[in-house]
């Protein structure tokens, strides 16, 4: 109760930018709290070995409560022995004392003057248990220490603190303890991740960020996991190719593959939003190879392959050499292959006749089949 702490947090995900506020809530008391005797160290005040005792005692302490540090404890010491104990017993704990308290704090601060913030809490708990009996508290801030592999306690400081007589009145205390940020303001601090981010992973979270905010919008019931990881397969990689491509990697589709024979030519980039005029030089690229290649630099994210080959057709026979005919067979093959490994085929191809292989072969694998027309406004 006494070392309660609070984190406000908000993190902008878009902008990679991590806000967060801490408080370290602490009651105050009315009048503050007065320092009778100037804090000294322990090694200015103690011998070797009765700091050496009082170490020896606080470990046994935390190994019998089966800790390993003790925020508050209880002290009291006469020249060649010291008895430490919990917090919690401080019943009848300094009867023999004669008025004597001493309380000891574990402390993080390292300033030599000034106790740290734990002891605050701790003070209004000790004036509302002695105050009315005691003029004075010693205490302790325990500053337990490795440094170089040595462990030191000698900087710990001690020092004498007067008790308000009234700790708290019945209304509620002031309190403190929200932490100011970078510019001395009363606001959260941000630590700002964007740079440290890899641009290809910013960019995968960024379009996944995008699309869970599409869907929150307008159709949040639709299975988005499902649409990511369907594997499409494009068939045709021209005016319908490009334009499919893009708008199923708009829609989250990591798993593309495009499948044609043709080559980039001159005509094609000005409606073929994948090709550029550099890809139709030399007699232009494979356009279902430079698809899958301008796909992945669009977002690295996507996993596109390309293959050249062409789909047998009703109607175009195949002559009848051994080349072609293996060729043809090949190319049936492999094209049940590419359905087979896919979840939805896009039939993309300029020709009716081109699409009826591989819907005969999509529906005897139950595939989803997409028949994809262009309607042109502008000829
Ligand atoms: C965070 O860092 C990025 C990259 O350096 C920078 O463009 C951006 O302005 C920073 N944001 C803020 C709020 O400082
Ligand atoms: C692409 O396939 C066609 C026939 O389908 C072939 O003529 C051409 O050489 C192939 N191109 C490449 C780069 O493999």
Known sequence: LLN???????????????YYWFCYPALCFPDGIHIIQKPVCLGDRFTLSQIQALQKAYDE??????????????IKYHDNSVVISPLKRWDGFFQDQGGKVAVGVYDPCNLSHYPGWPLRNFLILAAHKWGSLLQSVEVLCFRDRTMQGVRDITHSIIFEIKLPERALGPDCPKAVGWEK?????????MVNLSECMDPKRLAESSVDLNLKLMCWRLVPTLDLEKIVSAKCLLLGAGTLGCSVARTLMGWG???ITFVDNAKISYSNPVRQPLYEFEDCLSGGKPKALAAADRLQKIFPGVSSEGYNMSIPMPGHPVNFSEVTMAQARKDVAK????????????????????????AVIAAS???????????????
């Open 4 to 18: 309660r702490f609070l984190l406000l947090t908000f993190a902008d995900l878009k902008k990679y930018h991590f």
């Open 61 to 74: 302490l935390c190994h019998k409560e089966g800790v390993t540090a003790l925020p508050y404890f209880l």
């Open 181 to 189: 940020n970078q510019k001395g303001g009363m606001g959260p601090r």
């Open 253 to 255: 589709v990591r798993k």
């Open 335 to 358: 094209l049940e292959e590419l359905i087979d490994a896919h979840d939805v085929v896009f039939l993309l191809m300029d020709t009716r006749e081109s699409r009826w292989l591989p």
């Open 365 to 379: 694998k139950r595939k989803v089949l997409y028949h994809t027309l262009l309607i042109s406004l502008s000829l």
